[in-house]
């Protein structure tokens, strides 16, 4: 009696473990493969991509269940399970407004006995400045089920019958209830939470980052030469266009010639809106900065010259990879136009570059020495009469 038992059991685990390779009779349908695919979509908020075009997934197993005479049994270790791991999505292609990328990871069920298996996916959050990572936790469920022939009947091999996807919470155990009706079929629950069901062995993931990145807008003023005057004013008008990042407000700090922040300097505005024309004053080596302002935005800067002065200016990302740059000068007393967009400056180590403006103006003022030469006879002939009315005048005494 004792050896009939074992006999059957080792029978019963021979007919759960074949796969479909060594299986009779075994239908086309028959798949021991379970395909897995990430889809990655970055979406920029203000048209510009971070320097990162890499991310990480971790597909990791969670619980073995079995179906087996109507009972559940949890494998903690996952003991069954064939492993998970790393998986990466790499180059991301432009497509419309966002780039997109995919990544594949296959699973082999070959031999295992039947019953879910169930592993959690995430992505690996990563550190770029900007990216804002999906925390979607998913559980995968493969179920591995006996395969059976036209007639309802098992071959000895085991096939995928289905893969879901539970968004959050980890729902298997309602789809076992299906399993422990009818071990060689399988009814899944239709629970909130479920974002895909597959019957070919192959299910899709979505994950979905978007990033925002910002930059500073700085302008300095300078002023140069022997009769310029560093404590005047010199008045600029700043307009700034938010691009595809729309209308906005911004914050504005101010420096002094010394390098410290002073609010309200010289009676100038803490803001600065979108497609409002804002005036600003700043004296020699003062500073202003627009703080925070999206990638998508474009400046105009118009100096209104005074006229005894001439005008340059520069507009350099100083760090960008592939600046901006924009150099312009005026003669004297003409109005000078910086212009740029914050885009344009490139990255550095993820990082979009400031835009660094500065506006410097130069009155000089040269001696007449060439007077002297001209007027010289004229002031040798006045002496010259003073000198002869001075003699004549003392003969006259003298006689």
Not at 128 to 156: A, F, K, M, R, S
Not at 251 to 279: M, S
Not at 337 to 350: F, I, V
Request: contains cysteine; charged residues 20%; hydrophobic residues 35%.
């Amino acid at each position: 009696m004792k050896t009939k038992k074992i006999f059957a059991l080792a029978l019963a685990m021979v007919l759960v473990t074949v796969n479909c390779v060594f299986a009779v009779n075994t239908p086309e349908t028959c798949n021991t493969i379970a395909t897995l695919n990430i889809n990655k979509v970055l979406t920029p908020s203000d048209g510009v991509y971070p320097d990162v075009d890499s991310f990480e997934f971790t597909l990791t197993p969670v619980s073995y269940t079995l179906a087996e005479d109507g009972q559940i049994v949890e494998d903690a270790n996952a003991t069954y399970m064939p492993a998970g791991g790393t998986i990466t999505v790499d180059n991301l292609q432009v497509v419309g407004d966002q780039k997109e990328g995919t990544a594949q990871k296959t699973l082999d069920f070959s031999g295992k006995k039947i019953g879910v298996y169930t592993y959690s996916l995430q992505e690996v959050a990563g550190d770029v400045t900007g990216v804002t990572y999906d925390d979607t936790l998913y559980y995968v469920n493969v179920y591995v089920i006996n395969q059976v022939d036209e007639n309802n009947t098992p071959t000895g091999a085991t096939t995928i019958s289905n893969i879901t996807a539970w968004r959050g919470t980890n729902m298997s155990d309602e789809a076992l209830k299906g399993m422990q009706q009818d071990t060689t079929g399988l009814v899944t629950a239709d629970e909130d939470g479920k974002i895909a069901n597959s019957t070919d062995g192959t299910i899709s993931y979505p994950f979905e980052n978007s990033y925002e990145t910002s930059a500073e807008i700085s302008l300095t003023k300078f002023v140069k030469g022997n009769y310029a005057n560093t404590n005047q004013l010199f008045e600029f008008d700043v307009t700034l266009d938010g691009g595809v990042a729309g209308d906005g407000t911004y914050d504005v700090e101010y420096k002094n010639a010394e390098g410290v922040v002073t609010a309200g300097l010289n009676g100038n505005p803490a803001t600065i809106t979108t497609g409002e024309a804002t005036t600003i004053n700043l004296k020699h080596g003062e500073n202003m900065v627009i703080k925070e302002l999206p990638a998508s935005t474009e400046y105009t800067i118009t100096e209104n010259q005074e006229a005894t002065y001439s005008a340059t200016y520069t507009a350099d990302g100083e760090e960008a990879v592939a600046p901006s740059t924009a150099t312009g000068e005026a003669t004297l007393g003409q109005n000078l136009t910086a212009t740029g967009k914050l885009s344009d400056n490139g990255m550095n180590h993820g990082v979009l570059s400031n835009e660094v403006v500065e506006f410097t103006n130069t009155k000089e003022y040269t001696a007449p020495t060439g007077i002297i030469l001209n007027v010289l006879p004229f002031v040798c002939g006045i002496v010259v009469i003073g000198a002869v009315y001075m003699i004549v005048t003392k003969k006259k005494q003298e006689d």
